[in-house]
């Protein structure tokens, strides 16, 4: 099992910086150091489904993004702090979502095995 908190979420002016930490935790040390874990972000919308953001993998940080947010959203990771942190730029309304830490042990796809967080919102005012 693995645990996964996130922090840094709440009220952000249209243009600025959002920045967002995710902690991972578990009993088996094996898992979260697995070269393959991959750590990322996700957020809903209101009435809508969850869309994936970025990701990156331990072993090597390889990053995935969605194409809507490459170009302002940056992930980055620490293995020693098994943290994930999200930097996205030039916030807009529209960024208004829960969002959402993930993991996978099995690498970047998302498909299975996913770890979820309690989710944290962030809303952006115009």
């Known amino acids: 099992q693995v645990q996964l908190v996130e922090s840094g979420g709440g009220l952000v002016q249209a243009g600025g910086s959002l920045r967002l930490s995710c902690t991972a935790s578990?009993?088996?040390?094996?898992?979260?150091?697995?070269?393959?874990?991959?750590m990322g972000w996700f957020r809903q919308a209101p009435g809508k489904e969850r869309e994936f953001i970025a990701a990156?993998?331990?072993?090597?940080?390889?990053?995935r993004y969605a194409n809507s947010a490459r170009g302002r959203v940056t992930i980055s990771r620490n293995n020693a702090e098994n943290t994930v942190l999200l930097q996205m730029n030039g916030a807009k309304p529209e960024d208004t979502a829960v969002y959402y830490c993930?993991?996978?042990?099995?690498?970047?796809?998302?498909?299975?095995?996913?770890?979820w967080g309690q989710g944290t919102q962030v809303t952006v005012s115009s």
């Open positions: 578990g009993r088996t040390l094996s898992t979260l150091r697995a070269y393959n874990m991959a």
């Open positions: 990156i993998r331990r072993g090597d940080g390889i990053t």
């Open positions: 993930a993991a996978d042990s099995s690498g970047l796809a998302f498909s299975e095995n996913v770890y």
